[in-house]
């Protein structure tokens, strides 16, 4: 299993980023994925997940209405748009694999594989 998050970077605040994440190793379309993040000097944070065939997703309160998960099982990829991003968003962001096709609410934690990760910065 291989996930490689691009897309990271450093933006205004109320800008956008698109973060990508390539996967390679399993079958993409069969498996919920996520978007997790680490801010500095804090714990893993749960972003957004989607389900396998991309027609549910939910998000974590902090970035509901401005981000948007989506994902391309033509192309094995995963996406993150995030628009009107703030200080607090500043983060590296990882790509997360559960080992099902749905993830029922409340277990958004049980990812069993993530990424090396993209940074992104949003000064203050």
């Known amino acids: 299993v291989r996930l490689v998050e691009s897309g990271g970077g450093l933006v205004q605040p109320g800008g956008s980023l698109r973060l990508s994440c390539a996967a390679s190793?399993?079958?993409?379309?069969?498996?919920?994925m996520s978007w997790i993040r680490r801010a500095p000097g804090k714990g893993l944070e749960w972003v957004s997940l989607i389900n396998n065939v991309g027609n549910s997703t939910r998000y974590a309160d902090s970035v509901k209405g401005r981000f948007t998960s989506s994902r391309d099982n033509t192309k094995n990829t995963l996406y993150l748009q995030m628009n009107s991003l703030k200080p607090e968003d500043t983060a590296w962001y990882y790509c997360?694999?559960?080992?099902?096709?749905?993830?029922?609410?409340?277990?958004?934690?049980?990812?069993?594989?993530w990424g090396q990760g993209t940074q992104v910065t949003v000064p203050s």
């Open positions: 997360a694999k559960y080992m099902t096709a749905t993830v029922a609410g409340g277990q958004e934690s049980r990812y069993d594989t």
């Open positions: 190793g399993f079958t993409f379309r069969n498996h919920a």
